[in-house]
Every structure is written in structure tokens, then in C-alpha cells.
């Protein structure tokens, strides 16, 4: 073999099989050239051997070989290997049958080692999904329509769910009510739009508030996948990020507050309670103030006696936390009671004892205050629920509270001693991160301190005799002169301001500012003194956070909320200027289901943020283009001039999608529908402007159409289009369905063929509902399977009734019409079976009936459900042929029994001479595809004549009867009478 150069032949063949392995095949180029050009090298002689052989005739002769013959094994254009023989004892003539039967002998081996290589790889493609679906992280679920679960895929930690099998959601009782009803409504909308849906739910399982995400896709018709993934984790820092930037905000709150409160037992009352909200965990607390005489004092309390407190107090050593007094960061001690049993003398047990029940504390968290570097005061939060009351992120808020405590105590004794002495003041903001400054009444910097060459790039001396307006944002200056615009007689005024400055080096940073004025004598400003710090991380989380709230995730666009808040702000200029237009575009792309299903969900990620730039780059700037979830888009056109701008901006979009996307190296088309909703003058809410455009979308994908405008009677039809689904979805509960019968007639003899099944709804409120409104909206909303298997359960039955009470009446049979939607469900010849062997009645008695809209919209499919329903048995009619796609390069593919000419032919015959030529030409084509035929919709005696001299094989119509009731029906086959028309 070539894929193994040592390979010269089998074991036992040649005794000195050994050295010959040892000999590589590369070592003779003339005969690897041969090979890989395919050709059979045939010898009767050695000496016929060319010169270019070389060592191969010399090789030969060593191994006393006389003649020989090799043929390629061959694979595709590539030699793999080859087949030989030679003999020693003799020179041998090698005839032409013996070098035909060694050619079909190596044809045979690489049919063989191809067979092997596809199974190979079969095995390996088998191993690698295997291995995908093993590594997925989820739960892997299919249940049916009614959210029954049929399957799943599990690992080792969730044994619990292989009880689910068989059961439906609903009855599961680790699962909510309201969420199995949420599931189950998603199921219905992924099977009625093919569109993957999404659920988040919490259960009680395997542990209290567990998160999860259920992700819907269809399999077919009746089932969906659902992969349910735990994402209890993911809430969890979602639900911490929220909570830290409450937490962030409300601490700015708390500073502002204290920074315009003055330094009493009121103000440590108020940090206190202030702490006790804020730090989840905290029932009670109380803050020690160190005092002149090195011990701790107790200046506040919640839920103890300060009274009592206050004739307490303590030296570090003596303080009730111990371990080596307040220390320099926040720390835990848990069982308080029993440390005090353990560790604490008689005397500092008393004491703590007064201090207020130690007993009932399971754990307390100890917080130290820093000022200028020193403990000067110490927090206590305590807790009488549980010893995990305070978690990682408590203790963290915990720390960050006290160290803005110990930044505004500098910042009030700052101010405090700026007041009475520039000298006092100077000193303490040099110590201090934090910029702190003054300036003149002009606002002209006099003093900066040296943190300024660290926040801002520029030394003291730089700024001196500058304003704060040339160094902050162009878009802050005029808030700014707003906020520090105070009046003369507010001597006591102050306030916080945020804005961006300039650093030296041209970028901009936040800056959070306290700015204090200081008047004179006689009430004029002279000074104004600022502190500052900058803030620019926590700007950008919340400015992260917000962007987060109000934009999809995957293509950065607005999401459902920031859309709907300019739709409303666009309402509302519409109100104020009635000359105001806009429109609100609603696009849905079309079979995008298929790509995800075919090329994967991260291809189809790719599409969805590629098609984004596209309509980024067809509309305007100031319009918002916003992600709806799925590959739901929204557009809002803001200001146009009239209808033909918005259709103009359709027409664009969809010129930008006719050229395809390149995605990791794939080329993929897509079209979308979109649907137009302008804005009008009357009250309109956003969801009602919105759900005007959805539906336009779904009347232009109905139409085929690129793009249509909504008008009053879409709403008007979509509203009766619920209407009847609502009717329809209590039709199958209330047995408001029947069957009609229409008797198909044999044009040789005149006698009763067969009958079709037609479907009829009397509904309570409205009466007799015509199958052209309502089968349609069967269709859309998938309750057209339901419909469908009564109507072949009920055909089956009553045939099945008639085939036992009269079995003289030869070669009977229903048909049953079946719709796009059922055709496409998988199994549906067995599906078919079962139901005939249900109703025990004889399989050549039921026939199927479908269009050729059914069979063209996906040919590969309906070729193998067709031969699938050949091999049952069961025939297929193929209804109002010549009114669809009539093409015979197909129509030779499909198994078929019998054509039925559309009735619109059939009624015009003798009227227009083409209608007669295209039934005479069905008739020809049926008989040369060996094929019957059944006219449709046969009213009077000259069609019935025309068809006859046709030679047309069976007709049905009012000329012979309309649908009949199941008891009229039997009237003809008591009867067995003729139609009343002379078919003679």
C-alpha cells in the first residue's frame, strides 16, 4: 500500500517477507511514477525494463523475479495503493482477461477502503457530537406541544429530573404553577412563529431561590428542545452589582447630607442609623468615640440604652472586640456570649453585661474610623438573627462607609479650621489626597494643594491666578456657574457638584467637588474654598450600568425600553406640533431559523450584528434603531415628511440585504418583512403605534411582500384573526367540527367511486364559518395538526363503519385533504398507518390529498414522504394541479396516484377554448405518467360531456351532489343510484 511503503505483500506469501518490509517503494521513482499516473505496469521480461528504472531491475533480479504485473488501487484521481503478482521460475506472458480481472479486483479494494474511511468518519462525526453534547453545561430537554417531557439529557448532579419523563410540566410539583403556565405559553409561540423563546424562572430546587433560563427552539411541529441552564450564579453578581450601586449612591446621598451637618451627638446618631440601614445584616450597632483621655466612649447606639452606655467606657485593650483593640481594619467575632464566659474577668463582663444583652448578639462586625491616619472612632453593627449575617459583600460596604465617614470628618474639621486660619488650613490639605483649594471672589485659584500635580498633571504654581471655568468640560461650564452662583446673604450656603476637568495631559476626568464660600464682615463674598476627589471609576460603572439597562447586549442597540422611551417622546412632540410626522418600522427577518439551525446560533449571532450595521449606515443618525429580542428589529424614523419617506427608508433596508453576508467564510442571504406604522395626531400609546407596524409585517410576509403600511381594517383583521383562533382552540372541546361528504363519481359507469372529506364548522355565536377564513389561521397558529388528526381519526372511523355495513361495494375509498403544515411533521406515513390500523379499516380505502404548493415548497422532503406513504400502501391525489407550479421536471419524481383538475378549468370549459385544451393536456400527461384523473367542480351535462370524450376517469361536483352529511351519504350507498343526469 502507498500509505504504508513497507507493505510489499501478506505474511507467508515470500519467506523473506521481512526484508522486503524493510525496502521502501520511494526507493524506485519510475515505479511511483507509474503508479500515481494511474497506470498498470505489465513485464513479461525484465529486460523490457527502460533505462529510467534503474536499481529496480537489479532489486528484481535479487529477489529472482522473472515478470510481473502491478495495477493501481484507485480512489477518486489518487492512487492509494497497488495490486501485483509476479513469477520466479519462469518468464510468464500475462493475458489481457488476467490484467482485466486484477483492474476489477483493485476496483473492489478501494470500494473497500472507501467504505472504511466513510465509516471512520462517520464514527469520528458521531464521537465529536457526542462529545459537544456531553459538554454542554445544560439540561437538555424535548417535550411536546402540551409540555409533556418525552426526553432529556442530564448529568450525574440532577438524578431528580429523570422523573420528569412522560409527565406533563404542569404536574410537577417542584415547579410553580405560574411558571409551568409561562412554559408552556412560550412552547406554543416557539411552535406558532418558529422563533426561539426564552423563560427565567426561580425554583425552590436544589436550593431555595435557584435561577434558572429555559431556551425554546422547534424540532418539528409538535415538539420543542428546551436546554434549561442554571444561572443562580449570574443573578447573583447581577443582584450584588445592583445592590453595590444602590449602595454607592445612597452613601453619595449620606455624605452630602453630613457634609452640611455639623459635628454633635445628633451627627453621630444620624451615622448610626444612617449605617444600620445601609449594611445588610445590621439589626443594631452602636459607635465609640476615642476620646481626650485615650479611652472609648459611647456617643450613639441603636436598640441599646445609651443612657446607660454612656457611664461605660473602655481602653483599647478593655474594648469588647479585643484582639488587640480597634485595630486597623474591620473584623468579626461570632458567639459573643461565649466569649465573654471564656475569655472576659468578672469585672469586664459586668460592664458588657450593662452595655446592653451581649448574650442575644450572634455575631458583631467592628468597623474603625480613620482620621489622619488614626483610629478615632470605632463602628459596632450587630446582628441577633444568624453568625452568617454579615457576608463578604457586607463587610466591604461596611469598610467603604467608614472610610467616606473618615474622609467627611476631614473634610469638616478642614473647613472648621480653614475658617479660622489660612495657616491651619494649608497644613491639614497638604496631607490630604484629595485636591483641595481657594479661591479668589472671581473665582481665581490662590492657594492649590500638592495633590494637584497627581489629579490633574499640573503643579501649584501652574493654576495660580487661573479660573476653575478654563479647565472644566465645555458642556459643565454653565452648570456649574449655576450651582456655585450663590446669593450674598447665604453665608452659611454650600454644595456638592459633579463635572468633568481637564488634565494636563487633554484628557478629562470626574470631579466631585464640595465647594464652601466664606463672606465678610459685611456679607461679601471674599473666598471660596473647594475640596475634590476624583470619581471617574464610579461614573463609569453607573454609566456602564445604565448603558446596560437600555441596550442589547449583543448588537449594542437600543433595546424594548429606550426604544419605547423615544416612541414616546416623539408622541408627544407630535402633540405639541401636529406638523411633526414619524413611523415606526417593524422588520422581521425572514427563515431565520434555518441558518441558525443550519450554520449555528453563533453564526446567527454574527448575522444579527452584522445586519445591524447595515441599518445603521440606511437610516438617519438622529433615528433609533433598536433590537426587539430574537431577530425582531424596530426602527423609528423621527421627522419625516410623509408616508413615502418611511417607504423610501423600507426600500433601502431591503437593498442593503440583497447583497450577502460574509460570515466566517460563509456567504448567507436573508430578506426580512417590514411592516410601517406612521404616527398620527390622535392619543396613540407606544405599545399601539408598535403592534400597528407588527402587524403590517406580518400582512407584508403574508403577501410576499417587502415592506406595506399599516391601515384601520389590518387592525380590524387581525382582531377577527384572534377571534377565530380563540373559537377554534374550544371548536375540538365542543365537537363543533363535522364531516361532509362529496360523492366522486366513475365517468365509465357512473358509479359511486369514493367521497371526499370536506370539513365543516358550525360555530355557536357566529354559525356556519367558511374553511377559507378559518383554515388559514389553523395554519399559522399550529392548531391546523389538532384539526387535522380529528379529521383523519373521524374520515378513518366512519369509512371503516361503511367498509363492515356494506362490503359490496367495491374499490370505495375517502379522501382527506392534508395541509402544508401536517405534510412537514416528521413520521407522518407511520402517523398515517397507525390510524388506519386504529380504525381498523383497509389501507387502500383512505387516500391523501395534498397541492403542489405542499409538494414545491420543500421537493427533497416531499419525494421522501411520498415514497415512504408508496411503500405503505396509502395512495396520494395531487389536488388542483395546473394552478400551481405544474412542473413536469418535478412532477416525474413524486409518487403519485391520481391528478385532480382544478375546478377553475373545469367551470370555463366550451367557454374559453384554452381551458378545454389545458384539461385535455392534463388528461394526456396523466396517462402517459400513468396516472388517474378527477375533475373538480363538474355543474352541468356539456362539462360532464367534454370530460367523458376526454376520456377523463372520475368528476365530482353539483351535478351529482354537493357535500353530504355522514346519513346522506349512506343514502347513496343504500342506494347505489345514479346522478340524475344521463351520463350516457
Known sequence: MLRNTHEWCAEGIESHIGDLQAVPITRFPWWMQKINGLKTIHIDCLQDLPAEAG????FLRAQQVKSLIVVPIIQGQEAVGFLGFDAVRQEKTWTADLVALLQQVAKILANALERQGAEEALRASERYQRAIVEALPDLIFTLDKNGVYLDYRLDAEHPEVTDFLGKNIAELDMIPKEVAAEIKRKIRLTLQRDQVQTVEYVLPWPKENSHYEARLSSIDQRRVLMLVRDITANKQIQQSLRRSAEFQKSLVDLVGELLHREITPDFYQYLLESAVKLIPGAQAGSILLNGDDERYHFVAAVSYDLKTLKTISFSEAELLFGKGGTGQASYLVKNLAEVNKNTLDSKRNANLQKAGS?????????????????????????????????????????????????????????QAEAESSEQRFRLLAENMSDLVCLHDAQGRYVYLSPSSKNLLGYAPEDLLGKTLYELIHPEDVMSVRI??????????ASQLINYRIRKSSGDYIWFETFAQPIFDEQGQLVNLVTSSR????????????????????????????????????????????????????????????????????SIGDQLLIELAKRLQRSVRESDTIARLGGDEFAILLDEISSEDDAQRAAERIQKSLSQPFIIAGHEVFTTASIGIALGSSGTREPHELLRDADIAMYRAKALGATHSVFDNSMHEIAVKRLEIENYLRRALQNHEFKLHYQPIVNLADGGLAGFEALLCWQQPERGMVSP???????????????IGDWVLHEACRQMADWERRFPTVANLSVSVNLSATQFMVGNLAQQIVGIIAKMGLSVERLKLEITESTIMASTDLAAQVLAELRVKGVKVLL????????????????????????????????????NTEIVQTIIALAR????????????????????????????????FAPALSADEAETWLKEQVRPKCSLG
Open 772 to 786: 377559507a377564513e378559518f383554515l388559514p389561521v389553523a395554519e399559522e397558529t399550529g392548531l391546523i395538526i389538532e
Open 534 to 601: 476624583d470619581i471617574t471609576d464610579r461614573k463609569q460603572v453607573e454609566d456602564q450600568l445604565l448603558h446596560g439597562a437600555l441596550h442589547d447586549a449583543l448588537t449594542n442597540l437600543p433595546n424594548r425600553v429606550l426604544f419605547m422611551d423615544r416612541l414616546e417622546q416623539a408622541i408627544k412632540h407630535r402633540h405639541r406640533d401636529p406638523a411633526v410626522t414619524f413611523a415606526v418600522l417593524f422588520l422581521d427577518l425572514d427563515r431565520f431559523k434555518v441558518i441558525n439551525d443550519s450554520l449555528g446560533h
Open 483 to 492: 450651582e456655585l452662583d450663590l446669593p450674598v446673604s447665604d453665608v452659611q
Open 879 to 914: 389536488d388542483d394541479f395546473g394552478t400551481g407550479y405544474s412542473s413536469l421536471s418535478y412532477l416525474h419524481r413524486f409518487p403519485l396516484d391520481t391528478l385532480k383538475i382544478d375546478r377553475s378549468f373545469i367551470r370555463h370549459m366550451g367557454i374559453k377554448q384554452h
Open 358 to 414: 451581649t448574650e442575644k448578639i450572634k455575631v458583631a462586625l467592628a468597623v474603625p474610623i480613620h482620621l489622619f491616619g488614626k483610629v478615632a472612632a470605632l463602628l459596632s453593627l450587630d446582628s441577633m438573627s444568624s453568625e452568617d449575617a454579615f457576608d463578604q459583600e457586607a463587610r466591604q460596604m461596611a469598610e467603604a462607609f467608614g472610610a467616606e465617614v473618615g474622609v467627611v470628618l476631614q473634610r469638616l474639621q478642614l
Open 55 to 58: 536499481r529496480l531491475a537489479d
Open 928 to 959: 402517459n405518467l400513468k396516472l388517474d384523473v378527477i375533475a373538480e367542480g363538474v355543474e352541468n351535462s356539456a362539462q360532464l360531456k367534454q370530460l367523458k370524450d376526454l376520456a377523463c376517469d372520475f368528476a365530482q361536483g353539483y351535478l
